[in-house]
Nanobody, 124 residues
Framework: QVQLVESGGGLVQTGGSLRLSCAAS????????MGWFRQAPGKEREFVAA????????YYADSVKGRFAISRDNAKETVYLQMNSLKPEDTANYYC?????????????????WGQGTQVTVSS
C-alpha cells in the first residue's frame, strides 16, 4: 500500500505564492507518475499537474501553465507544487495522487492512490 500526505496549503492574497508538498511512503517503488488535482466546491475534481517519477517529464493543465511548477525529490520521496501568481479561481482543495504506470494522464480515474487533500484559499 502507498500513503500520500499533503502539506503547505493555506490562505494567500491574489498574486501570492504557496508551495505544496506531498510525502509518499509505503510501496513507492511501484509508482511512476505523481500528480496534483484540485476540487472547488460544487465542481468536479480537475487535473493540475503531473510528473513522471523517473523521467521527470512534467505535464500541466492549461489554466496553470506558466504559473505552477511540479518537481520531485527522489531521495525524500516527495513531490512539490510551487504555485505563483495565484488567482481567486485557484481556490480549491488540492489532492496529491500517484499512478502505477509510466504514462501520465489527466483523468482522475487513472490514478491509484490519493492523499486527504490540503486547502488553498486565494483572497481577492
Amino acid at each position: 500500500q502507498v500513503q500520500l500526505v499533503e502539506s503547505g496549503g493555506g490562505l494567500v492574497q491574489t498574486g501570492g505564492s504557496l508551495r505544496l508538498s506531498c510525502a509518499a511512503s509505503g510501496r513507492t517503488f511501484s509508482l511512476y507518475v505523481m500528480g496534483w488535482f484540485r476540487q472547488a466546491p460544487g465542481k468536479e475534481r480537475e487535473f493540475v499537474a503531473a510528473i513522471n517519477w523517473s523521467l521527470s517529464s512534467t505535464y500541466y493543465a492549461d489554466s496553470v501553465k506558466g504559473r505552477f511548477a511540479i518537481s520531485r525529490d527522489n531521495a525524500k520521496e516527495t513531490v512539490y507544487l510551487q504555485m505563483n501568481s495565484l488567482k481567486p479561481e485557484d481556490t480549491a482543495n488540492y489532492y496529491c495522487t500517484a499512478r502505477k504506470s509510466p504514462l501520465a494522464t489527466q483523468a482522475r480515474y487513472d490514478y491509484d492512490y490519493w492523499g486527504q487533500g490540503t486547502q488553498v484559499t486565494v483572497s481577492s
